[in-house]
C-alpha cells in the first residue's frame, strides 16, 4: 500500500488514492464543491487541503459542520492525522462558554464548529474572518435559505475574497437550481463529482454484503401493528 506523503501528516496514516489527491489539487486551486458518495473520503480530500494550508502558513481554518457529533469526529480525526500540536485543533460548541471561545480562537489553527455558533460570534465581535484562510462546509447541500451556512460565507468573502472555501456533500440534490443556490451562497466556482463507477474511484470500491436477520418486534410495536391492522381493515 502506498501512503500520503506530506509534512503536516503523519507518516503511513493515509492511503495515497489517486481520486482523492486530484481532487484535492484542484481544491487548491479555486472554491470547490465535492461531491462523493458516503465512505469514499471526503474528510480525506479535505485533510489533504488543510495539510496544504498549513504548510503555505496563510491562516486559520475553519471547519464546520451541523451537529456537534460531526464536530467532535471531525475534531478526532484531524488530530489523529495532521503532524501538528493537537492544541490547536480546537472545537466549538455552544456548550463551550463565549470568552472561552474568544481565547480558543486567538489560540487555535484549526476551528471545527457548528455554524450557529460562528454566526453568533461574527455577530458579537468576538472573531475576526479575516483570519481565515479556509473555510469547510461539511454537508453542504444545508447551504440554502436561511441555515447559517450561508450567512457565515457570505460574511467570509466580505472580510476575506480571496479566502478559500471547501464545500462536501454526498447529497447535494437532483434539481439544478438547488446545486446552483449552494454554488451561489458558498461562492463555489468548481464542482468535482466522482462516482463509484468511475474508473479512478472503482479499484478502491468494495462490494457490499448484507445479510438478512429476522428478529420479533417488542411487545410494544406488536400492539401497535395490530391497532393499526384492525383501523384500516
Given amino acids: 500500500m502506498v501512503f500520503v506523503s506530506h509534512e503536516f501528516i503523519k507518516p503511513r496514516t493515509i492511503e495515497h488514492r489517486s481520486y482523492q489527491v486530484s481532487i484535492a489539487q484542484s481544491a487548491l486551486n479555486q472554491n470547490t464543491l465535492i461531491v462523493l458518495p458516503t465512505g469514499m473520503g471526503k474528510t480525506v480530500i479535505v485533510l489533504l487541503v488543510i495539510a496544504e494550508i498549513l504548510k503555505r502558513g496563510k491562516g486559520k481554518i475553519l471547519f464546520l459542520a451541523p451537529t456537534k457529533p460531526l464536530v467532535i469526529q471531525h475534531s478526532k480525526f484531524l488530530k489523529e492525522h495532521l503532524l501538528i500540536d493537537e492544541e490547536s485543533i480546537v472545537s466549538f460548541s455552544g456548550e463551550v462558554p463565549p ?23 461574527i455577530l458579537s465581535g468576538r472573531i475576526d474572518l479575516s483570519e481565515v484562510a479556509l473555510v469547510i462546509f461539511d454537508e453542504a447541500h444545508r447551504a440554502v435559505g436561511a441555515y447559517s451556512y450561508v450567512f457565515v460565507a457570505r460574511k467570509y468573502r466580505e472580510k476575506n475574497p480571496d479566502g478559500l472555501i471547501v464545500g462536501m456533500t454526498a447529497s447535494p440534490g437532483s434539481e439544478i437550481e438547488k446545486i446552483m443556490e449552494i454554488c451561489r451562497n458558498l461562492n463555489i466556482k468548481n464542482i468535482e463529482i466522482r462516482t463509484k463507477d468511475d474508473p479512478d474511484v472503482k479499484p478502491y470500491v468494495q462490494e457490499m454484503k448484507i445479510i438478512w436477520k429476522k428478529v420479533e418486534l417488542p411487545h410494544e410495536f406488536s400492539r401497535i401493528i395490530n391497532i393499526l391492522k384492525e383501523a384500516i381493515s
Fill in 99 to 121: 470568552a472561552k471561545r474568544e481565547n480558543l480562537w486567538r489560540k487555535g489553527k484549526i476551528i471545527v464548529s457548528t455554524p450557529q455558533v460562528i454566526e453568533n460570534d
